[in-house]
């Protein structure tokens, strides 16, 4: 009896070997690295360089850096369910890609037209391609209707989620009706999206910095662990500005921002958002520029609580405020953000004069 009950033992274990076994191979058969994203290329006119990418609804931490060499690249990202991810170009100028696990996507083009990158791989992908280059050929004041016009046709693509962002917030004119408007059609097709709820509360809240309205209460720390609230902007008048190191835009206007701080000193007050994956590189570039005043950055991207606390969807962005806490002007163009700032303090210290 004991001989048998030893056969049968080894016979189960020698059974559950083989089962294992048919599993690995079945799981090899289907694409073992079924886990695993991977984003290739090939750029023309391009040797060697590198791109960051970040993903804007949490299939990464933080940033990461995809490197070309002659002209090609290849870049893995563990996955276990399908994200957005930005790829940012040396010269600042972003393409959305939409990853799933287990699949390859492929970009082809020329590095000096990156308009005309053409992204292949999966269905997302190359409906974004599409729409891409017939973006290419549309006047500018029409985009906004063709991306709407596309959204509605397509309420249950992620893609359609990037360019409601991108197209109706993430832009110094925001349209927030239009995009509640397109986020409810969404929702009614995908109630459950996670993405599709969080857009809708902060939609709710980004009312915040409208025109005339009176700045919402808020408290936050700034890379130097000081705390930051709305009664920390006491200035005649007041700057918020939203930046990041990856945009040139928005770092010619903090230097025009450190320019008037330079000369008003006390008398502008000043706060900035800086949009920065990591803490680190933010702090760095602030004590490489000099910055006097507080910079926000909790490496959380567009997911800043105070971004739309505050109403800002964009990068650059900007808020002027008065001595009452009251906003007087928002998206200030850098042109012209020394000029109104000079006017309105000019202003104030004839009003004061005159009181």
């Known amino acids: 009896m004991q001989d048998k009950c030893e056969y049968m ?37 391009m040797n060697q360089a590198e791109f960051w ?31 957005t991810l930005v790829v940012i170009f040396p010269n600042y100028s972003e393409q959305p890609v939409f990853a799933e696990p287990g699949q390859t996507v492929s970009v082809k083009g020329d590095a ?26 549309t006047p500018p004041p029409d985009v906004r209707k063709v991306v709407g016009a596309f959204i509605q046709e ?8 990037y360019l409601l962002k991108r197209h109706f917030l993430q832009t110094s004119k925001p349209d927030y009706r239009e995009a509640r408007r397109l ?24 009312q915040g910095g409208a025109l005339k ?15 930051v609230t709305e009664k920390s902007l006491n200035g005649r008048l007041n700057l918020v500005t939203v930046w990041a190191s990856w945009s040139y835009t928005s770092n010619d206007m903090q230097r025009h921002v450190k320019t008037l701080k330079d000369k008003y000193g006390d008398k502008l007050g000043v706060l900035s958002i800086c949009l920065d994956a990591r803490k ?11 910055l006097k005043w507080s910079t926000i950055c909790d490496g959380r991207l567009w997911d800043t609580p105070l971004l739309s606390k505050l109403g800002l969807a964009d990068v650059p962005a900007n808020l002027l405020i008065d001595e009452k806490g009251v906003v007087i002007e928002r998206n200030i163009p850098q042109d012209k953000l020394e000029e109104i700032v000079n006017k309105e303090m000019l202003k104030r210290k004839v009003d004061a004069l005159l009181k």
């Open 9 to 45: 033992k080894t016979n189960v274990h020698s059974f559950r070997n083989v089962a294992f076994l048919l599993v690995a191979l079945l799981l090899a058969a289907c694409g073992g690295d079924s886990g695993k994203f991977k984003l290739e290329g090939r750029l023309r006119h």
């Open 53 to 83: 990418v970040y993903s804007t609804n949490g299939g990464m931490a933080g940033f990461d850096t995809i490197v070309v060499r002659n002209g090609r690249f290849s870049y893995e990202l563990e996955l276990r369910e399908p994200a």
């Open 112 to 137: 000096s037209n990156l308009k005309e990158l053409v992204i292949e791989g999966t269905d997302d992908n190359e409906l974004m391609s599409e729409l891409r280059m017939e973006l290419n050929d």
């Open 154 to 161: 397509h309420l249950t693509s992620p893609v359609s989620i």
């Open 183 to 206: 986020t409810m059609k969404m929702l009614e097709k995908n109630p459950e999206n996670g993405q599709l709820i969080m857009l809708q509360k902060q939609l709710d809240r980004l």
């Open 213 to 227: 309205s009176k700045l919402p209460t808020f408290t936050a720390y700034d890379v130097k662990g000081k705390k």
């Open 280 to 290: 680190n590189d933010c702090k760095q570039r602030v004590e490489r520029d000099s």
